[in-house]
């Protein structure tokens, strides 16, 4: 490239305008316009509270319940009609254990609260689902031994691959005809 053609790029540069800047200056930004700070700090508070989810729900309720969310709500006061702003804790519970959960509900924010140190969390939505892996429950097939004859076939590998084979294709056709 000649120096003639640095310059006219350079001048087209200028022209356009275009200004640089360092990523780092621009993303808190971006991050804080789409609302990503309040979702960082709600996703820290999260992994606080499963690192103390034992100490918090105590341990007959910690294995059968999970954290899922932390979020803000807004909401009137009673007492003054002001909107006032808290956290709330959305819990996945088994069974009927979102009962027990329910009536220990003032005791669990109290536990909240004194794990952050705040007194911001001032409700429990309550989720109802399966906790942990479960295994999907499977028909087991009917596998039938049919007589097969592949007495024609001279080499043993061929012929035992070959009964294997006749073996799988009947018993799929006689599944398919049970469906």
């Known amino acids: 490239m000649t120096d003639k053609q640095k310059n006219k790029k350079e001048i087209n540069l200028k022209k356009r305008g275009f200004k640089t800047a360092p990523l780092s200056n621009i993303l808190p930004s971006l991050v804080k316009k789409i609302g990503g700070a309040v979702e960082t700090k709600n996703t820290a508070s999260l992994v606080r509270v499963l690192n103390h989810w034992t100490e918090i729900m105590g341990a007959d309720m910690a294995s059968k319940s999970m954290p899922v969310k932390i979020y803000s709500k807004r909401q009137k006061d009673r007492h003054t009609g002001e909107q006032i702003q808290f956290s709330c804790l959305r819990i996945k519970t088994e069974g009927s254990l979102s009962t027990t ?3 220990r509900e003032v005791i669990i924010l109290d536990r909240l609260n004194r794990l952050f140190g705040v007194d911001h969390f001032k409700k429990i939505d309550i989720e109802h689902g399966f906790i942990g892996a479960r295994k999907p429950t499977v028909k087991k097939k009917e596998i039938t031994n049919f007589d097969i004859d592949v007495s024609d ?13 006749g073996q799988a294709v009947m018993n799929s056709a006689q599944n398919k005809e049970r469906s």
């Open 101 to 103: 959960i329910a009536m």
């Open 153 to 165: 076939i001279s080499d043993p590998v061929l012929k035992s691959r070959l009964e294997s084979l």
